[in-house]
């Protein structure tokens, strides 16, 4: 197993801004893991949890919110990541096992940990791109366990806004070879520009057969929904006020762009999924959740 990390200086880890919303995630995902009617689990999410002072003291466990699923954030935004992260996972092993592709490259990694959890075959790399102070702390938490990555891991730490495709390929990633590329709650927090270059480029750097899997937010005025039960629980008991971190400019149609580049893509709610597995969100009124949709595309 080989991992390297090239190292940043001057960005945060996960005690402020977006870096805290992937302890949320972690949370999310400890409470889905424990779940008797479990979509995904992740054994590593709940020690993130209880390693960072920020969130020592959430819950890890249904059984320890109040209002159980009836509580907005640790029910149904909970639930919503984690069929979010079961449906990514899906697609991972799907891209790698059935397409028998070997690269896996995570934008945002934040504190994923499917090089570590998911049944990867041999030969496969895992990029992870996210910041320094992030991937610092998950190496901490998981070297004080006894995890250990299934699939050779690459931490690259930079900022999705700094030149990642040149420390992608120097990092040893192969543009030639087919890869799966996932971008998991992370480009409603980028300026479109950014979502933009990000897309382009992961065109410029497929092969054919490439898969990509990202979510993005359709809703062109976002402020509307400040008000939504999902976000006001979440700025009222955890002090984060999503709307204040996501980019409300309006959003590039990158769907059509790959489209119009010979990709081949296809748009969905997260509750079509919710119907497919027979558990996970259904829409509410002023539902934060609304314009959020999964984009999967492969290259022709």
């Known amino acids: 197993m080989t991992e390297t990390a090239q190292q940043s200086t001057g960005v945060e880890g996960v005690d402020g801004g977006v870096g805290v919303t992937a302890l949320l995630v972690a949370a999310a995902r400890a409470i889905e893991t424990h779940r008797h009617d479990s ?26 919110v109040p209002d159980g699923d009836a509580d907005p954030l640790w029910g149904r935004f909970a ?24 690269q896996v490259v995570l934008f945002g990694a934040g504190l994923d940990t499917r090089a570590y959890r998911l049944d990867l075959p041999s030969g496969c790399v895992v990029y992870e791109i996210d910041r320094a102070g992030v991937l610092a702390f998950k190496r901490d938490v998981l070297d004080g366990t006894s995890a250990r990555p299934k699939a050779a891991r690459v931490a690259i ?15 040893g990633f192969d543009p030639a070879a087919p890869s799966v590329w996932l971008a998991e709650g992370l480009l409603f927090y980028l300026p479109a520009a950014a979502e933009t ?101 492969e290259k022709g």
Request: aromatic share 10%; glycine share 8%; net charge neutral.
């Open 157 to 171: 730490a930079l900022d999705l806004r700094a030149d990642w495709a040149a420390a992608l390929t120097e990092s």
């Open 197 to 297: 270059h990000l897309v382009d480029t992961v065109h410029r750097l497929s092969a054919g057969g490439s898969s990509l899997a990202y979510e993005v937010k359709l809703e062109k005025d976002l402020l509307s929904y400040r008000h939504s039960p999902l976000y006001v629980a979440t700025k009222e008991q955890l002090g984060i006020d999503l709307l204040d971190l996501f980019d409300t400019e309006p959003r590039p149609d990158s769907a059509g762009s790959l489209a119009g580049k010979g990709w081949f893509t296809s748009v969905h709610t997260p509750f079509e999924f919710t119907h497919r597995h027979g558990r996970g969100p259904l829409p509410e009124q002023n539902d934060a959740l609304e314009g959020n949709r999964w984009v999967f595309a």
């Open 39 to 64: 979509l995904a689990r992740d054994v590593h999410a709940e020690h993130f949890v209880r390693a960072a002072p920020a969130s020592a003291n959430w819950p890890v466990r249904i059984q320890q």
């Open 79 to 102: 639930r919503y990541f984690g069929l979010r992260t079961r449906v990514l996972d899906d697609f991972v092993l799907r891209s790698v096992h059935g397409k028998g592709m070997r």
